[in-house]
């Protein structure tokens, strides 16, 4: 018996720790939202537009012009959250495979290779 009550509680802390990530972010989006509304950069919808859609939105209209292999690695980490709805989930494919296609140099405008390089590269793929 227990193991079941174990088993149980095990579940349920679960089950109130996924919630909490829930609130947690969706709380964070809000505070992103109204922070990129306040700086001009997106358009207050109230409420007309999910936030995390306006949120998601933005940072994928960066995916074109991202400088170096580090920063479109880490857009495409930033995007492969949960709250990327379909359309936008191929938006983001179609960064990745072009990062993927891209000759990447560094800040210095030397190509990249080696480690990091490869690295970079399993991180996208």
């Known amino acids: 018996m227990d193991f079941m009550k174990t088993s149980r509680d095990d579940s349920e802390e679960e089950d109130r720790s996924h919630h909490l990530r829930i609130e947690r972010r969706k709380s964070l989006m809000e505070k992103l939202e109204r922070a990129m509304i306040d700086a001009a950069v997106v358009e207050d919808t109230e409420g007309a537009d999910d936030t995390e859609d306006v949120v998601s939105s933005y940072f994928i209209s960066f995916s074109e012009i991202v400088p170096t292999l580090d920063c479109a690695v880490s857009l495409l980490q930033l995007l492969s ?5 379909g359309r936008q989930k191929f938006k983001v494919a179609k960064s990745a495979l072009s990062y993927l296609k891209r000759e990447w140099s560094d800040v210095e405008e ?13 991180s996208i793929s």
């Not at 959250?81 to 709805?85: A, M, S, W």
């Not at 030397?110 to 399993?122: C, E, W």
């Open 81 to 85: 959250c949960d709250f990327i709805d």
């Open 110 to 122: 030397r190509p990249v290779k080696g480690a990091t390089f490869n690295q970079s590269v399993a």
